[in-house]
Every structure is written in structure tokens, then in C-alpha cells.
């Protein structure tokens, strides 16, 4: 019922601020599928069926994507159908999110790893106006904020969020390091900043001579994202991104909804075997699209017939009903298309009782005596604030030297204020010291107090 829109900036107020992401942002959040026919093997592989998923989020109303660029390859590497990408959008499924068919088709207007790891892409033939989030370039320095990543780990269609602090800023040619886990499927996922605005794109895991890292991740500032892209970046300027996280943005969205009205009459009697013209009146209650209300309409447009246009909004601007009135003989449907402007708002028609959250835990045996050590160790997660745990979901972990030698247990306290975690761990002898170590992420369900 939308046209496809081209955005148009007439006025500046306050984007949404999105405090809670997985609860505001999630509309905006995208399971990226990259797939296609090889022309070769890739190296250490023996097929040609390429097949990478990650995240991506919408920038721009009219379906601009941003993601991690090192999930798009070269289309000289694919035969003649090139590289396909498809996007799934997330859908409320048992009180959380989970990415939903059908897909939707994307272009890639830009890939690159270098300077900087970052893609843009289009999606193709968008039916309605799509929420997007906030680009800035700044974040909280003070103390060690928890920022959060939003996406698709390991390609699976549940939503899920993870946090951490930062552990360096960005220099002058390298990435922000963040104390996050940054999973395959998580490439591409926005990382918010405090105030819930995008300031880094997630492209994955820190390495050092191949080996992970203290479980953390890196990111592009998305300052850096922004020149890499260069002039097909322009379109974000003012729409999306401002480097002032504290400047207000919000475009106000020019579009069209379109629908169709029965105009009916009532029945009449027969003047010399001929119904006479009766007034017929039709009605229809469009809703807008989600993430925005209206802010004003134009006059409705029916094709040029002779139909007299009507128009209400809802205090909420979440809906609209159109009507049309005119003189003729019998009922008909007549095409209605009403200009109209939007702005975005955040969408709390769906509450969100249920995340699917990600718990990184690290732990080290230093302890070294005459012969090996081995010590059990009880330990915990504590909720995060506000929320308590629900249930354990998947329990992903690596380990050295035999441990932990009795398997990581992880069940839920009966209060939910925390996840119990039970494992033992082995160290050597202090003429050996090897130690044992057992590095974990943890995905549970949490719910709101």
C-alpha cells in the first residue's frame, strides 16, 4: 500500500533515543544471507557453493544497509549469476525475536576491507517506509560503560545482544577494541553507544599470531566507516549520521500511502426503469508504516475520477482513514493514493518481554604445586540490571590441558538474579606451570523484572 519513497529532509528535531536496543532498535537489525556459485574452490576448501551469513542494520528509510565488508567477496570470484544477498527481517516469536521469511533482495552498492572494513547495501524494491537508527561518532569515555552489539551470532535467526566496555579507542589507523566476543554472524552488527546510537560496525574477533584474545572484538568507528564509503556515503549527511551524537536529526519522510476504497450506495428505487444517481461513501483505515507516525497529509488523490476526498488521523498519527463520496449509479472501488509525512518514532505497539542475551566468561588456573592441580570452581553471572534469567539457551566453550575435565555446567539460581556456573580446571607442576584455562559464551534468555 506504500510507494516506494525517495526521503526528503524539511525539518530537524530529536531522533528516538533508543536506551534499551534490543527492545527499541530491533525493526532496523538484518540477517545477512551471501550466497552464490564459485568459480573455484576457495583455498583448504574443495566446493564451490559459497554460502556466509552475518548482520547488517538500515541507515536510511528508503533501505540502505550498512554491514562488515569482508561478508560481500569479489563478484569476479562468482560465475555468471553473481553474488546474491537476501535479508531477513526479525519478527516477535514466543516473546522474543527471531529473523522471519520471506527474504528481501539487496544490491551492493560498495564492499571493501581497506582502509576500513565496511559495506553499503540497497535493498531492492522496498514496499514501505523502514525505521533506521542514529550514526554519530561519540561515546562515553568515563568509567567502563557496557556497550551493546545487536545481531545474528553464528548465523542463527534469533536476535541477540551481547556487551562489554571498550578496551583501547580507535588510533589513527586501527579499530576500536571492545571487550566482546564478535562471533561469525555478527559480522556487520551495529555497536550502540550509551545514548542507543550506532558508533561502530562489529567485523570480528581480535587476534594475535592467530590465537583469540581474551575474548574481545573489534570494530570500525563509524567515523571511519563513513570516509571509506566516501560519495556513496553523502546520502547519510543529515538523514542518519552527524558526527555530534548530541546534535538533533530527524528528517521528516516524504512518501505516499496507496490503498483502495468501495465506494457503495444504497439500494434505490427504479425511476422509469432506470436507478437514478445516489451519493455512495466508502471508507478504509490505513495503518502507517511501523517506526513512524504521520506529522501531515495532502489532499487524496483518486486517478483524476470525480470522488471527493476525506481524511482522519489518530492522535497517535499511527493510523489513518481515508474516505470518498461521490454521485453515481451502483457501487465501485476506486484507487487512493495520499501524500503524506512521517516521522519516526519508537515503535511500542510490540513489547518485547524476552531477549536472548550472550554472557562472555573467562577463567584461569594459575595455581602450581608439586604434582598437577586440580580445583573445582563454583562461580556466577549475575543478571544484568532490571532483568533476571529465564533460561539457559546454548553453552559454547574452549578449553586447554583437560580442562574443565568435568564439563562447564550452567544452570539458572532459583531466584533467576543469576546464571551458576560448576567446572574444574588442571594446572602443572611448578617445573612445567602449563596452565588450564576454559573460555565460555553463554546464551540465556533474560526478562524484565
Not at 545514548?195 to 581474551?214: D, H, P, S, Y
Amino acid at each position: 500500500m506504500y510507494n516506494k519513497l525517495i526521503p526528503a529532509i524539511l525539518a530537524l528535531t530529536m531522533l528516538p533515543v533508543y536506551a534499551d536496543p534490543y527492545s527499541d532498535s530491533w525493526p532496523s537489525i538484518v540477517l545477512l544471507h551471501v550466497h552464490g556459485i564459485l568459480k573455484e574452490p576457495l583455498p583448504g576448501t574443495d566446493t564451490v557453493d559459497f554460502n556466509e551469513r552475518g548482520t547488517g542494520f538500515l541507515v536510511s528509510p528508503n533501505g540502505l544497509v550498512l554491514t562488515a565488508g569482508h561478508i560481500i567477496p569479489n563478484k569476479e570470484m562468482f560465475d555468471e549469476d553473481g553474488v546474491q544477498v537476501e535479508g531477513y527481517f526479525p519478527e516477535r516469536d514466543d516473546d522474543a525475536l527471531a529473523a522471519v521469511d520471506p527474504p528481501v533482495r539487496l544490491q551492493v552498492i560498495k564492499a571493501t576491507q581497506s582502509p576500513y572494513d565496511v559495506a553499503l547495501l540497497q535493498i531492492a524494491d522496498l514496499p514501505a517506509v523502514k525505521p533506521f537508527l542514529r550514526l554519530c561518532d561519540g561515546y562515553k569515555k568515563e568509567g567502563r560503560p557496557e556497550f551493546l552489539v545487536l545481531g545474528y551470532p553464528g548465523g542463527d535467526r534469533q536476535l541477540t545482544v551481547i556487551g562489554g566496555p571498550l578496551s583501547s579507542g580507535a588510533g589513527a589507523s586501527s579499530n576500536l577494541i571492545v571487550q566482546i566476543p564478535i562471533n561469525p554472524g555478527n559480522s556487520g552488527a551495529p555497536l550502540f553507544n550509551e545514548l542507543g546510537m550506532v558508533f561502530g560496525i562489529a567485523i570480528g574477533e581480535r587476534t594475535v599470531a592467530g590465537q583469540r584474545m581474551q575474548l574481545s572484538g573489534l570494530a570500525v568507528p563509524m567515523a571511519k566507516a563513513i570516509t571509506t564509503l566516501g560519495d556513496e556515503a553523502r546520502q547519510l549527511m543529515g538523514l542518519s549520521y552527524d558526527p555530534d551524537c548530541q546534535k538533533p536529526l530527524n528528517p521528516k519522510i516524504s512518501t505516499a500511502l496507496n490503498d483502495k476504497i468501495l465506494i457503495e450506495r444504497p439500494s434505490g428505487g427504479v425511476i422509469l426503469g432506470t436507478a437514478p444517481p445516489t451519493v455512495g461513501r466508502g471508507y478504509v483505515k490505513s495503518k502507517v508504516p511501523d517506526g513512524y507516525r504521520v506529522i501531515h497529509t495532502g489532499d487524496v488523490d483518486f486517478g483524476g475520477q470525480q470522488v471527493n476526498g476525506s481524511v482522519q488521523v489518530s492522535n497517535s498519527g499511527r493510523f489513518i482513514t481515508i474516505g470518498g463520496e461521490d454521485i453515481g449509479i451502483g457501487s465501485r472501488t476506486v484507487n487512493a493514493r495520499l501524500p503524506v509525512v512521517l516521522e519516526q518514532v519508537v515503535n511500542k505497539e510490540i513489547t518485547i518481554l524476552s531477549q536472548n542475551r550472550i554472557f562472555p566468561f573467562s577463567r584461569t588456573l594459575d595455581d602450581h604445586g608439586f604434582i598437577v592441580t586440580t580445583k573445582e570452581f563454583n562461580d556466577k553471572i549475575s543478571a544484568p540490571e532490571g532483568f533476571r534469567f529465564e533460561k539457559v539457551t546454548k553453552v559454547e566453550y574452549q578449553s586447554l590441558n583437560h580442562s574443565p575435565s568435568n564439563g562447564l555446567k550452567v544452570s539458572v539460581a532459583a531466584d533467576g538474579a543469576a546464571l551458576m556456573l560448576n567446572y574444574t580446571l588442571q594446572s602443572g607442576p611448578v617445573f612445567d606451570q602449563w596452565r588450564g584455562w576454559v573460555d565460555a559464551l553463554i546464551t540465556a534468555s533474560v526478562v524484565r523484572k
